[in-house]
């Protein structure tokens, strides 16, 4: 791990599993959650794979600046026309291209990205970023998740990757990616199903309290590290459940986009909260497309005693 005192101190990290004899050093890494990571030039402009350059840190860990010293203050800390606020650390960096190792995944129903930490462990190669579902406006919801992902990737390829209703998220960020003009170069779907319609038979308020209750004790259950979070985790997640609901009762997918989709399906899609046609899936892309059977049902795909083998379907396809 490495960082600096004026942003948190921890602010990077690289996960080592073993040191390659050809290695000079080990790889600085990718920043940790709600930090970022920059190599700029003298006109502070991205650098290109290969070329040294700065190493600048922004997000939420920064420190307002140094007590007294606003000269010192005014050098270190800037405001970036397209990154925003930024350390400047006086360090040199080269980038290696690692955003062709970044993972971008989104939350099914249970609205947290949690679900994806036993499957990062067998992707150790790739950079897993995951999201939660986020409680804003939906007109705002595509525009944040957007702006989320560029300020740990600023620029495409990019990997997308959802589980249930997660797929439906990414395929939504892919258009709205795509039409702006960035590329996405995979889109993978675990047991995600097209939508064609808006929801027809919604959940009563009272109904979708109650799986929402059901669903945040599950998550308990599997997670136990989250039981420390008490009462806040069942009233916040709970109303994060309900929310994206909301979202995905009000939403058509349509439309093609041109990344390469592949969906991994399990061998009992069923679940009495899905709705739509995972066959669909074949008319959204003018891109490649494949399906093939994954293992365990929809609800345990990614549980342990499935994603190791779920995880080598995914790296045959992000390795094609």
């Not at 199903?193 to 004790?217: C, G, P």
């Not at 609901?245 to 093609?256: E, F, I, K, P, T």
Request: with cysteine.
């Amino acid at each position: 791990m490495g960082g600096a005192t004026e942003a948190s101190i921890w602010s990077i990290y690289y996960p080592v599993y073993e040191v390659h004899e050809d290695w000079a050093s080990i790889p600085y890494g990718m920043p940790l959650a709600n930090q970022t990571y920059y190599v700029l030039n003298y006109d502070q402009e991205l650098c290109p794979v290969g070329v040294k350059g700065e190493l600048y840190i922004g997000g939420v860990g920064l420190a307002k600046g140094y007590l007294h010293e606003e000269e010192k203050t005014a050098f270190s800390f800037l405001n970036h026309p397209k990154f925003g606020r930024l350390y400047r650390t006086g360090d040199q960096g080269i980038p290696q291209g690692e955003r062709d190792r970044n993972i971008f995944c989104f939350p099914p129903v249970v609205a947290l990205g949690v679900v994806y930490q036993r499957l990062a462990e067998f992707l150790g190669s790739y950079r897993l970023y995951s999201f939660n579902f986020l409680e804003i406006e939906q007109d705002r919801l595509i525009a944040e998740y957007i702006r989320l992902i560029k300020e740990v990737q600023p620029e495409g390829p990019y990997v997308f990757l959802g589980i249930s209703a997660g797929g439906n998220l990414a395929f939504e960020i892919t258009k709205a990616l795509e039409k702006q003009g960035d590329k996405i170069r995979q889109l993978i779907l675990l047991d995600s199903f097209y939508i064609t319609e808006i929801n027809s038979e919604r959940l009563t308020t009272e109904e979708s309290h109650k799986y929402a209750k059901e669903t945040v004790d599950l998550m308990l259950e599997k997670y136990p590290q989250l039981q420390s979070e008490g009462d806040f985790f069942h009233l916040h997640v709970g109303e994060k459940i309900q929310r994206y609901y909301a979202y995905l009762d009000n939403l058509m997918n349509s439309g093609q986009v041109s990344a390469h989709i592949h969906v991994i399906k399990s061998l009992q899609s069923q679940s009495k909260h899905i709705r739509g046609d995972i066959r669909m899936w074949e008319h959204s892309t003018i891109g490649e497309y494949s399906i093939c059977d994954g293992y365990g049902d929809h609800e345990s795909m990614l549980d342990a005693t499935f994603v190791e083998q779920n995880a080598e379907l995914i790296l045959n396809i992000l390795e094609k």
